[in-house]
Every structure is written in C-alpha cells, then in structure tokens.
C-alpha cells in the first residue's frame, strides 16, 4: 500500500480494502467511493463485495439457495471451462510500486482477476477478444495489451509467466483466426454486444459514481462507465440463474445472489420498474435455459464433451445428438449444417422439445460416441486444451469423414441399408437407427409400402417418436465420405467474399412468382437480420440464436431494389434464389436499404464482376447468354440494370461492356429467350429459371421502352436520334422524295394516329413497309410527333431565342447565333435537329419533282417544330435558314456532303429499278444457307435480321444467285435434320432466328423446291372438312431415364382437327388413348431408316409440352398421296389455314427477281476464321450503304 494509504485512519482503510474488492485500481478508489450512510454500511462492512461466503445476514432466500454443497453452487458460474487460474501479482494504479495478489481466471471468453479463489465476482474482466497481443515485460512480469489499456501482471517464476503467455497467447490467435464473425455466435461479452436487453447508468450502493450496467441474456454485466463498456473492459458480470429481483422503495431495488446484494438505485421510478423487468426476464431465461441443461446433463456423459471432455458442456449438435462444450460447438459450425447442426442448451429454447430432450437422454454422448469415436488411435483424440486447429481436424475425420466410426455391416450395400432402416425405425432400437443412416441408409427411402412410403412415416406408424425426431433431424444429413475435395463439386464453387451486416428488416414470406400488386405494410413482419460467412438469416428477435430462415450468398441468382414507395416501406429490396423464390425486405429508413443492397451485392456477385457494383443498380444478377456466333453453348454472364442501360459482365470477356437499351436495334421474347439486337451484336438472355428471368424482361422491356413525351424518353437510336423519327425519315427517304406535296399534304387522320400509337409504344418493332404504308400518313404522322412533343424539339427554354436569332439582320451573326443555340441544346435535340434538317435539304434536292422547296417546307415545319399557330413567319423563317443554310450551320464537310450524294443517288437508281426494299438493316447473326443440297459450292453466308422472315431468306438466296423463279415453283426454306434423316419446310412467315438459335449441330438450312406443294394446295382446296382422319402405323420413342424404348410400329386411329391431334387404339373405340395440343407439334418429313419404318412416307414427329418434356414419334403411311393430305392437314391446321403467300406477295416475289440487278451484289466474303469473320460482319454492319455503291 502506498504512503497515502498509510497515512488513512483505520476505518478508512477498511473501506478501501472493501470497495477494492469489486472495484479496479486503475484509478485512485477515493474518487469512486462513496461513503455510505452509517445504517446501511453493516451490509456492506460485514458482507464485502467479493468475500460474501457467509451467509448469516444474507436474505433468506439466499440462504436457502446457500444451502447446497459448494460444487452445487459453482456449478453456474463453472459453465465455462476455465483454461488457466493461479495467483499473479497485479501491478498498482498511479505508478506505486506494490504489487496487489490477485487470483487470475482464464476461460474461452474473459481473462478475469479477482481478491481470493473463492471470490464468485471479480474485480475486473477483459473479454479475450479485446486482447491485441502479451508481451514480457521482464523480472516474471508480462503484459495484456487492449486497444486502449495496459494491464502488468508478476508470476511467480518464468515458467509460470511462460506458461501464462503462452495459453493466453493461444486463445487470443484462436480468436482472432476464428475472425469477428464467431463472436455473435456466443455470447456477446463486449461492447459489441447485439443482443442487450437494456443498459444504463444504475447507482450501485458502495459506489460514488454511477455504474454503467448491461442487461444482455442470461447475465448482467457491470461497467465503470458507458466508455468502458464499448471498449468491452468491465468489473464483473452477474449470471442470473442465481438471482433474485426485489423492489425496496420508488427508485431503489434489490438484486440478491447467494454471494452478494447488489442494490441499485435508479432515476425515475419508470426506469426502476423498466430495470426490474429486464432483469426479471433475464433470470427467467436464465432458469428456463438451464433447466434444459440440467435434463440433459442427468446423464452422466452428457456432462462431459462428446469431443474433447470438458466439463459441462452446454451445446449441442442435435442431429448428431451429442453434447458439446463452447469450443467444440465452434468447430462444429464450420462443419456446416449439412454435417452437423449446432445448437445452444441454454439459448435456443424453441428446438428443445420434449421428444429431442428425451432423444439425448437415450442416445447423447454415449450412444453417439460408441459409433463415432469406436476406432480413435489416442494419438488423434483432442482434449479440454487443444487448440482450434486440432479441435477441427479431429472433428473433420470424426464427423465427415466418419473415420473413427463402427461399420455397420451392411455398408456399402444400399438396399440392404435401406430395408434394415425401414425394420428398425419401428422398434425403439436408435442406436442401431443411428448407425444404419451414417453408414449410408436413406432417410428418405421408399418403404415400398404406399401408405407408409418412407421410414420416417414407418416410425410414427409405430409410435416411436424418437426415431422420427432423429430421422427429423437427419433427413438433409450428409453421409460422411473420406474423398477429399467433395465439396468441391457445388455447382457454384467460387469463394465469396465475406461481408458481414445486421440489423432489423421488415421481411414478407417468400413467395413463388413476381410481386406485382403493392405489399401493404401489414404484410410485412419485424425481423432481426445478419449477413455473416456468406449466409444471410433472419430471426424472431434480435435474442434468438436460431434463425427462422437463411439464404446462402451462392444461392442468389438476382437483387431488385425497388423503386421509393413501391410497398408500404418506402424503401424495398427483392432477393431472388436459384430454387425460385423470392424474399421481400423494407425499410422506412433508404440509407439502410441501400447499405442492405450494397452488402447483399457485394457477397454474391462473382468477384470477377464486382465493377457492376459500382452502378446505382436497379437489379443486378447472374443470368445465362448466348452471343456471338457461337450459339451452341450458353454461357453465365453478370448483368446489373440501371436506368436504361444493361452493364454486362460477360464469360468470354474480362471487362464490362454497357447495352444501352434505348438504342437497341431489336428488342423481342422468342421462346424462352430474350433477344437483344445491337447494332454489333445480338444477345441471348435465357430463361434458365423462370421467376428472376421473367423480373429482368419486364425490367429490361421498361428500361428499353419510351418512358415519357419528351425526346431524351424515346427509344434511340445509335446516333441518338429517336427511333420513331428515324423510322420515319428513312422510309421517307426511301419511298417519298419524289413524291408530290410531301409534308404538305396530309394523310388519312386515323391511320397516322394507329401509326403513331404503334410507335410511340414500341418504335422499334414497327416496320414500315412500302404497301403496307402511305408515304403521306408517314410524314404526317412525323409532323404529329414533333408537335405533341414535351419540350419541344428546341425546348421551352430555348425557344424564344431561336425566334428572335431569326429577326438577326447581319447573315453571320445570325448563324453565329444559330450555332450558338445549337450547342446549347441537349445531345439528343442537337441530333435530332440535325438529321431532320438534313432529311428536308434532301427533300428540298428533289422539288422539281415534290414541289417542296425550302420555302414550301419551312411553311409546314416552322409552326410543327416551334409548336406555334403559325401565323407569323418567325417560326418558318428558323426552319427556312437551317435549310438554306445547313451546310454551314451544322459544318458538313465535303466527304460527309458526297456520302449522302451518293446515298440519295443510290436511292434513286433503286427507285428507278423498283426496288422495293424500304427495310432497315438489323441483327448481325450470319448463318450459313445452302442452294438446294449440302455442299460447299451451295454455301450461302447470309446476315439474318431478327425479324427476317423465311420467305425473305428464301428470296435472299434466290436473289444472290439470280435464280428466277417461274410460277407453281414452291421455293422454301427446309431445316434439316441430319440425324434423324428428316426435314421440315419452314413457313414463310416463320422468323429465321429462333429456328436458327434452336438448330442442332446436326441441323442445317436448305433452300429448295417444296414438290408436293402444289399438291398439296389443291387437296386443300378441294377437300370437305378441315379435319382429318384415317389409319397410320406409329411408333413412340419414349425417352426415359436416357433408355429409348420402343415397341415397332402399330396400327392407330387418328384424328386431327383444328386443335388437336387424337390417337385411338382403334376406329371404334371412343375415347383417345393420346392427344396433343398440334400447336405444340413439330412434323418433319421422313423417318430414320435404322428404325425400319413399314414405307418411306412417314413423318418424325417432335412434341414438347409446357414444362418443356420432350417427346417423339413416326407416323408412317401406306401411300405418297395419303402423306401429302396428312402433312398438308398440318400445315394448315398449324397456320391457320394460311398455307402458301396469297397473291400480292407472288407479286412482290416477282417484283424481286426482275431487279436482279441489285441481287448481284456481291457479300463481303465471310470465309476465314472467327476472328476475321466477325470483322468483316462489323464492317458490313457499319456501312451499309458500300452495298449500294457498287450499284
Ligand atoms: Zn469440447
């Protein structure tokens, strides 16, 4: 003791050595005592803080509860095997140079110090976690080092010191190897803490200042003051299973353990009664929890660790049905679910039913272990001090590997296995149960008996509860396997990163499709969430230890976050899993939400692709493509959404490339497949799962879609002009600059509004086509859209200045003005402005023959552009100056001027040949066609727009070999189909590209004669009924489990009608024996010869039905005729009755072939490799018009 200390009077002494019990030296005690009145200090003087072990004055429940042996009542504070304890000196407070003897505890949580061993409440603990390092620090000493505090300890020799430095050492790397994320698992003994019931500022008798006290589970825990607390550093901590709660006056109230009295004061009596509750509640889980404990820990061996031997272990692997201590519950976690699933004694109360309890006291430590650790060399087994390392191997070869267990003897034979369980899950025999599934028996066999199909019903059947619980437990176990890397095998196997978040989210159940309709705020229930090791749980409350549900990172194929306000939180986010389900989560608070995303993002997207999350995405997720010109394979590609632009990662790439859906070419669902036409490129996106795919096509329709009136809203084009003018102005340019009166005269009212309703919904799909559209309701319909524009094409705010500029006498001023103007409009106006004034200058070129010069023009577009009532000139005389003078507002220079000479040449001479080509070019799929046969000198490399038609293909090929077709010749387009030695003739409406993308390898495009066709027509037109009927010989190839089975050929009736085709065994009977929907039908002409068919006129017939099943069949038919009038039936029962092109396309055919002048151009040569092709499809992608300047 110090001088000071000496100089205090006797009494004052006393009361230090008292208050220092309990109480740190770090500071000068004086400032912390306060001196208690004469009445209560009896308590305190006859009862010191850490020497209550008498119990005379002590409330008579105490001493009730005292009266127990000593090991009794250690029992609760022992629940933690204590790894180290021995006397050190502990270094003085304020630079005195006594040292205090203090008896120093370590267990897996807390370096504690307290006055003697018989001390229950310590004077100061120090979480291990908050541990940074020991050092030595000389003469026996050492030091604990924390983030913020230093604490000196002597021992009494080296060794000691040694040994001490050592074992803490140990446990501090065992901890900081297990990261951060573990902690949350165990109790939460820091500042960290995340399950805190309540905690505040309590004056505690005996103390000057006010303590900070923490009520968190099962304990009460003491702090100096708040700052402490959030370091983790405090006094001691009260394990409530021995504590009672009791109110003494308005502001005061007891808390009595058989050691000690703590009696607290609080501010108000509302906070007093808010105090006693939670610590009430505290002890009432306390108690509940250890009463599970206590029925467990009756037997015997359940009082040790299954693993290692330590003293009362208070977890639990509940599928493996042993009892675990902290450590090796720890060990066990990374195990994973799968392998064993850890629970707590003492916390997680809701698993613990009777039936499990029960099933532990049967089974537990020693039935499990007499299977699991039968064969464990000594050399192996772990031990109350073996460290994490070891603890993990021993287990991994215990538990996975099953290395150590007693084989049943029928292993290996899996139908024995499996008879043997469904036997013994009738009798009470549950070691023999235990040993049967972990050596292979399925818990979900087939009994063989319908009504009690597997061995879980067989139990109950029988009434043996336990066995069901266990096989309950088990039904997901995996059977431990010796191979090395299995897990390895996932489907998706890359290492994640660990992000780890928490918090309380509003979450709905999950659901199985799309949530379209508003989720009003009572759907949603409170729940307490963490992302932690690549697992996302959600839990009751944030006490509960075992989650109601998780989501595995791996698991998430897409992440939505929603617009504000889409449900009753204001902020939402969707989660969507590979087994298509869909979770629900918001908030009021949208910074949280968008820290939820961000996180979420972060631990599921491929590392690879992490620069998507740099996007403020509205969806992000993985999804699978084809693309390029291999479509064979589909690859996995990483796509995040954020307005209108798609950012993909793709496989074959190592950068992020953005689609910017506005300006797709194309944009279409075929099949299960989401088609994306750039003007480079086309994309894939497939269906692999339904639910997030249908949330990205109508998310990516939106984005790709006009989403308002104004300009910068509208589908774009790559030059950023709005696709709808675009549209327009070429078919004008390609049908109307010759045309009389154009933009002057308008077309039909109500065509141009249709018109202009189809494209403001979807400009890019509407093709305008010469026949089809009048050349006045399109430009009509151009004026319409410029009018009804939002901002205007110049902008409101912008407007006035352009008319004045026009009022600007000095000519170079005004277009100085003009530019000036110019530049000042947003990118999408100056473009749009621009190739309008530049389709006028063209329109203009051919007054002579449209009677529209600039003057005429700028008439009917001032008043449009400016959207005024025109009658003032201002407006037209803006529009009559651009013209005039384009060329030097818009610097077009010379070689852009002879492009476009060339280009309106061009169009002339088509117009002059009568060409009707009005079409756009789109898509850059290059396919090979052959001429009539397979054989290189019939390759046709053609590009195939998305919405090319097989008859456009047909006179494609046609035209590029100047064959003229004659009348009654049937051209068509055939797929082929090598393997099974079929072929179908495409309809000439069909579109080429799904039938392309669906092509097998053995699969090719021919176009030839289609010879029965005209056959064919006739016996349609000749023929009574639209449907069919008669005998043919069939043959089913069912496919399953991958074996064709087949039977030959037999007679059947069939029927086939506008909707279905019907199979009878026979002419009389009455009802089919199948029947398909013919829509789903796919008919191919011929059959394979290796199956023998009785002619060779028959069909191979493919069906797929809706959860595409694939099935196939051959019909064979005695004669050529009955075939055609069988196929021709198809046909047009599959069409519509729409079997051949009506009379006006023949015309058009015709009109095509007399232009084979143009069909002369020759393709740019598609030989070579990939590389070379794809360079040379860029090229031809890019300038179109080299194919009209050979002309
Ligand atoms: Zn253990």
Redesign the pocket.
């Known amino acids: 003791m110090s001088d000071k200390d000496d100089a205090e009077t006797m009494r004052g002494r006393l009361r230090s050595e008292r208050v220092n019990s309990l109480f740190s030296e770090d500071e000068l005690i004086e400032d912390y005592y306060d001196q208690p009145a004469a009445n209560d200090s009896s308590c305190w003087n006859d009862y010191g803080l850490s020497t209550l072990q008498s119990s005379g004055t002590v409330s008579s429940r105490s001493s009730s509860m005292h009266s127990g042996s000593t090991e009794g009542l250690d029992a609760p504070t022992q629940l933690l095997p204590i790894i180290k304890a021995g006397w050190l000196d502990k270094n003085p407070p304020q630079g005195s140079y006594i040292y205090q003897k203090r008896w120093v505890k370590l267990d897996a949580d807390y370096l504690r110090y307290f006055d003697s061993e018989k001390d229950t409440y310590s004077k100061r603990f120090i979480p291990v976690t908050s541990i940074a390092r020991v050092a030595s620090i000389g003469d026996q000493k050492f030091e604990v080092i924390t983030n913020n505090r230093t604490f000196a300890f002597r021992a009494e020799s080296d060794a000691d010191r040694n040994e001490w430095m050592r074992t803490l050492q140990q446990m501090v790397d065992e901890r900081k190897f297990k990261g951060l994320n573990r902690i949350s698992l165990f109790q939460p003994p820091t500042g960290a803490l995340d399950s805190v019931d309540k905690c505040g500022l309590l004056e505690l008798r005996g103390f000057k200042n006010k303590l900070y006290v923490v009520v968190a589970g099962d304990k009460v825990f003491l702090y100096k003051n708040a700052e402490d607390y959030r370091q983790g550093i405090g006094i001691t901590y009260i394990e409530m299973n021995v504590g009672n709660v009791k109110d003494v006056d308005r502001r005061g109230f007891d808390l009595t353990t058989p050691y000690r009295i703590f009696s607290f004061s609080a501010d108000s009596d509302q906070e007093k009664d808010e105090w006693v509750e939670a610590m009430q509640q505290s002890i009432a889980e306390a108690l509940s929890n250890s009463e599970v404990a206590e029925k467990i820990w009756s037997v015997e061996a359940n009082r040790f660790?299954?693993?290692?031997?330590?003293l009362n272990?208070d977890w639990a692997s509940v599928n493996l049905c042993v009892v675990?201590?902290?450590?090796?519950?720890g060990e066990h976690r990374g195990l994973g679910p799968s392998i064993t699933k850890v629970r707590s004694l003492k916390m997680d109360r809701k698993v613990w039913t009777e039936e499990l309890i029960e099933l532990f006291c049967q089974v537990g430590n020693c039935v499990a272990n007499q299977f699991w650790a039968a064969n464990v060399p000594p050399s192996e087994a772990?031990h109350?001090a073996s460290g994490s390392q070891e603890?993990r191997r021993f287990l991994i070869a215990k538990y996975k590997e099953g290395k150590y267990r007693r084989y049943h003897p029928l292993f290996g034979n899996q139908e024995e296995l499996n008879k043997a369980l469904c036997a013994t899950v009738t009798t009470s025999d549950l070691a023999e149960t235990q040993s049967l599934v972990f050596c292979g028996a399925e818990v979900s066999c087939f009994s063989g008996d319908p009504d009690f199909p597997n061995p879980i019903a067989l139990a109950e059947q029988a009434g043996q509860k336990l066995q069901m619980e266990f096989l309950l437990h088990n039904k997901n176990s995996e059977i431990p396997r010796v191979e090395a890397g299995s897990s390895e095998e996932k489907h998706y196997s890359v290492i994640l990163p660990s992000v780890t978040h928490n918090g309380f989210l509003f979450k709905t159940p999950s659901m199985a499709k799309l949530v379209h309709e508003r989720k009003s705020r009572e759907e949603f229930s409170r729940r307490w969430c963490t992302l932690n090791d690549s697992i996302f749980s959600y839990y009751e409350n944030d006490r509960n230890a075992v989650p109601n549900g998780e989501i595995k990172m791996e698991e998430i194929v897409c992440l939505v976050n929603n617009p504000p306000d889409t449900h009753g939180f204001e902020s939402t986010f969707e989660v969507y899993i590979e087994s298509e389900r869909l979770y629900l989560f918001g908030l009021e608070n949208p910074e949280a939400i968008r820290k939820w995303v961000k996180s979420i993002a972060k631990s599921f997207i491929h590392p690879r692709a992490d620069e998507l999350l740099s996007h403020d995405f509205e969806r992000i997720g993985r999804l699978q493509y084809k693309g390029g010109l291999n479509l064979q394979r589909a690859k996995e590609g990483w796509f995040a959404l954020t307005q209108s632009v798609l950012y993909a990662f793709l496989e074959d790439s190592d950068k992020e490339e953005a689609v910017h859906l506005k300006k797709l070419q194309e944009l279409s669902v075929q099949g299960d497949s989401l088609v994306l036409v750039e003007r480079r490129r086309t994309l894939y996106i497939q269906g692999e799962r339904k639910l997030d795919f249908l949330g990205w096509v109508a998310a990516i329709q939106k984005a790709a879609g006009s989403s308002g009136d104004t300009l910068s809203e509208q589908q774009l084009t790559e030059s950023d002009i709005p696709v709808i003018v675009d549209r327009c102005i070429d078919y004008i340019t390609q049908c109307g600059l010759t045309s009389e009166g154009i933009y002057r005269k308008s077309g039909q009212n109500s065509k141009t509004t249709s018109l202009l309703e189809m494209l403001r919904k979807d400009a890019r799909r509407v093709r305008l086509k010469e026949g089809e559209h009048q050349v006045d309701d399109v430009s009509n319909t151009l004026k319409r859209f410029f009018r009804d524009l939002g901002d205007g094409l110049f902008t409101k705010e912008f407007c006035q200045d352009w008319l004045k500029a026009a009022a600007i006498e000095n000519e170079e001023e005004k277009i100085g003005q003009y530019r000036q103007l110019l530049s000042s409009l947003p990118v999408v106006n100056r473009a749009t402005v621009k190739a309008l004034i530049n389709h006028l200058y063209r329109v203009q070129y051919f007054s002579e023959m449209n009677q529209m010069n600039t003057h005429n023009l700028a008439i009917v577009f001032g008043p449009t552009l400016f959207q005024t009532d025109g009658k003032d000139y201002k407006a037209g005389r803006v529009v009559e100056d651009l013209i005039s003078r384009y060329v030097v507002i818009f610097s077009v220079d010379e070689q852009e001027m002879r492009k476009q000479q060339d280009e309106i040449t061009a169009i002339i001479k088509m117009r002059i040949a009568g060409s009707s080509s009005g079409t756009q070019q789109a898509g850059d799929f290059i396919c090979t066609v052959y001429l009539e046969e397979k054989k290189t000198e019939a390759e046709q490399h053609v590009k195939i727009p998305a919405t090319m038609t097989a008859e456009e293909l047909t006179f494609e090929i046609l035209e590029r070999r100047k064959i003229d077709t004659k009348e009654k010749e049937y051209w068509s387009c055939f797929e082929v189909n090598e393997r099974e030695e079929a072929e179908r003739p495409l309809h000439y409406s069909e579109k080429v590209l799904p039938i392309l993308h669906g092509l097998g390898t053995d699969s090719y495009l021919v176009v030839k004669k289609q010879l029965s066709m005209e056959n064919m027509l006739i016996y349609l037109a000749s023929r009574v009924s639209d449907s069919k009927h008669g005998m043919m010989k069939f043959r089913e190839e069912r496919n399953l489990l991958g074996l064709g089975l087949s039977t030959g050929f037999h007679d059947r009736y069939f029927i086939l009608n506008n909707s279905c085709l019907r199979l009878y065994k026979e002419v009389r009977s009455h009802r089919p024996e199948k029947e398909w929907p013919v829509k789903n039908l796919k008919v191919y002409l011929g059959i394979k010869k290796k199956l023998r068919p009785p002619s060779c006129w028959g069909f191979t017939v493919f069906y797929e039905n809706e959860k595409h099943e694939k099935q196939q069949w051959y019909l064979c038919c005695d004669t050529q005729m009955e075939l055609r009038e069988w196929f021709a039936s198809f046909l047009y029962v599959q069409n519509g009755g729409n079997v051949w092109p009506s009379e006006s396309s023949k015309v058009r055919a015709s009109r095509t072939q007399q232009d084979s002048r143009l069909g002369n151009i020759s393709l740019i040569p598609l030989r070579g490799n990939e590389n070379e092709m794809r360079n040379s499809v860029a090229a031809f992608a890019a300038d179109p018009l080299t194919l009209l300047r050979n002309v």
Do not use: Q
């Open positions: 660790c299954a693993d290692c031997g330590s272990p675990i201590c902290k450590r090796c519950a772990i109350v603890r």
